[in-house]
């Protein structure tokens, strides 16, 4: 396959809106004006200049131009219509160099350069390299003040910053610069002290050497995490739907970073509970730090706490605790993700971390009804199939839309709970019931998408609804879709690989994906059953048995799992195996299904059975 990274030398701009979450928490409706005034000011400005939007991550955005002339052009007559009309409070930074464009993403030093120059910006101002200063400085029409040099992070020598000085153009005082720069105990140590620092740094390092010689030594790969489920420590202990979903939110939104590694929801929260260690949970889902932490909400009150943890030496890194009305629970998400992020990325990948956004309704509200439905859903009616838990959680979903008529994750939540009761209904097919939700669940996914298309659960919930819908070229773009937004999502690799499997027959490519999705979760119970299925399609039933066998180590009663090992005894001709797993199905499925009871007649009438299993819904799992 041909190399699609490219290396490009162009100006590089970025802007981002000053104090946007202050805005979002005192004025949503206002905040989603300037936005989309926003959106409108850079568009204009790329068209006027030939340049180019590469990334917009709602209140940040990254442009290109051909050259330096054009982007101080560009960022002036950004800042001019930023004052007019929707006011927006930008601040924007511009260097110049090459950089790397790979599959719509952009990389390089000189990137990082022109993300830590805008750092420092204040609303109003613009503020440029001395590369970009000796490009424009011939032109009268550009008055120009030096800021000072500056010390920024991963850079070696100290770098001279200027301000566009122009007639309401703010220059900032240097005391007002707070931007991405190296701490005071980055700067080199005065002479006298290296000796004194030298034989405090060999003490330390002989300590760990002494105590941690057997160590695997997580931290020299790159950085991974589990976001562990927070506890509940409210008074009534009847917020647990709400400390899942919190740190269900937070690990989906680290999920969006290519270059951090993320346990998925199922292993993460499989140690949910249970006594283990630090090291024991980081070793088992194969991570370098754990995130855990605690909720407690009474009233309109919250408190959340939070650590991250070093899994090698079980040192926090840092440790947080929100005190916070309820309302600004979108702003502490924020935090402990950009906290996160800044900890893990900082160095390894700082560009990515304005990337870290959540999906903010304008009720918060809103949002945790979302939660508790989907918690229901997820860990409820799954499993149960009862229909007063399916209404449980419609109910909660359409609770949060009547407060939120803009809210896409809500619409997406209710899409998804009727893809999941038509699974549950899909020997009626031709039901008035069934047609009923499918237009339902159909509905819902469009709403969801016209009002957040770039989040991969609307994406990855649109091609379930897709699917059934039998609409296979939009199902596939959807799940493909899904994936490219939110790469380490179990949900959305295992919707792309239930598709080439089940829909395209490719099951090695499948399988391909399910490698993958089980390195990021490994205990998750759909991935690993699709790869039975995958390894049943290609002929391997030994492979299959030995699939299905693994995942009754993690979930003996498993049902799923032992129907998919019963039929592959069967096809492999190992009747009293066969039998004897069937008998412990019986045991568990109170239903005794068609399903359950054509088996039983498999091991009766070879023949006649393996002919209604092909024209009958039960070889469907």
């Not at 050259?67 to 260097?95: C, F, M, W, Y």
């Not at 260690?277 to 407690?296: D, P, Q, R, W, Y």
């Amino acid at each position: 396959m041909p190399n699609k990274r490219k290396r490009k030398l162009a100006a590089i701009l970025f802007a981002d809106i000053v104090g946007y979450t202050s805005l979002m928490q005192s004025d949503e409706a206002h905040t989603f004006q300037i936005i989309k005034r926003y959106q409108a000011i850079l568009d204009s400005a790329a068209q006027s200049f030939n340049g180019q939007v590469l990334k917009t991550y709602g209140d940040g955005s990254l442009m290109t131009f051909p050259n330096s002339l054009d982007a101080v052009k560009a960022a002036k007559q950004i800042q001019e219509e930023a004052k007019k009309d929707v006011t927006v409070p930008l601040r924007i930074g511009i260097h110049v160099g090459e950089f790397i464009l790979e599959k719509g993403d952009i990389y390089g030093n000189n990137v990082n350069l022109a993300s830590r120059i805008e750092s420092l910006g204040i609303t109003g101002a613009i503020l440029f390299s001395k590369d970009i200063f000796q490009k424009i400085k011939d032109h009268p029409e550009f008055k120009v003040q030096s800021v000072g040099s500056f010390d920024f992070k991963n850079v070696k020598e100290p770098m001279e910053v200027f301000a566009l000085a122009n007639e309401g153009f703010p220059v900032p005082k240097r005391e007002e610069m707070n931007g991405k720069l190296k701490n005071s105990k980055d700067k080199a140590p005065a002479y006298w002290q290296i000796p004194a620092m030298a034989i405090l740094l060999l003490t330390i390092a002989f300590f760990f050497w002494k105590n941690n010689k057997n160590t695997s030594h997580l931290n020299t790969i790159n950085p991974s995490i589990a976001v562990l489920p927070f506890e509940d420590r409210s008074p009534d202990k009847n917020q647990e739907y709400f400390g899942d979903g919190i740190s269900e939110e937070i690990l989906n939104t680290l999920s969006n970073l290519k270059e951090l590694k993320v346990a998925g929801r199922t292993s993460s929260f499989s140690f949910k509970g249970k006594e283990a260690t630090i090291a024991e949970i980081g070793m088992a889902l194969k991570v370098n730090h754990i995130l855990e932490g605690s909720v407690k909400k009474q009233g309109d009150k919250i408190r959340i706490t939070a650590q991250l943890i070093d899994v090698e030496n079980g040192f926090n890194i840092w440790s947080e605790k929100y005190d916070r009305d309820f309302d600004d629970i979108f702003a502490i998400q924020d935090e402990l993700a950009k906290s996160i992020g800044e900890a893990l990325l900082d160095e390894l990948a700082p560009e990515q971390i304005i990337k870290l956004k959540n999906d903010v309704p304008l009720n918060s509200k809103a949002y945790e009804l979302f939660l508790n439905g989907k918690y229901i859903h997820w860990n409820v009616f799954r499993g149960t199939k009862d229909l007063e838990t399916f209404q449980e959680s419609e109910s909660l979903f359409k609770q949060a839309i009547q407060l939120d008529s803009t809210y896409g994750l809500a619409f997406a939540g209710l899409a998804d709970l009727y893809d999941t009761h038509m699974a549950n209904l899909r020997s009626e097919k031709d039901s008035i019931e069934y047609k009923k939700y499918e237009t339902l669940s159909q509905q819902a996914s469009d709403i969801a998408f016209q009002l957040n298309p770039e989040l991969s659960y609307i994406n990855t919930v649109r091609g379930y609804v897709q699917r059934a819908r039998g609409d296979i070229f939009a199902a596939f773009t959807s799940f493909v879709k899904g994936c490219q937004l939110s790469p380490n999502n179990p949900d959305a690799l295992y919707g792309l690989a239930y598709f080439y499997n089940r829909e395209l027959g490719l099951q090695y490519d499948a399988l391909h994906i399910i490698e993958r999705l089980k390195k990021i979760d490994p205990l998750y119970k759909p991935g690993l059953t699709e790869s039975i299925m995958c390894n049943i399609n290609t002929g391997d039933v030994e492979q299959a048995i030995m699939e299905g066998q693994k995942l009754l180590e993690y979930d003996p009663d498993y049902l799923v799992a032992m129907r998919h090992i019963f039929m592959n005894y069967f096809y492999a001709n190992r009747k009293e195996e066969a039998r004897k797993i069937l008998e412990k199905i019986i045991q568990l499925d109170s239903i005794q299904d068609r399903r359950t009871k054509l088996w039983v007649g498999l091991l009766q009438d070879d023949k006649q059975y393996i002919c209604l299993l092909y024209t009958s819904d039960a070889a469907d799992e």
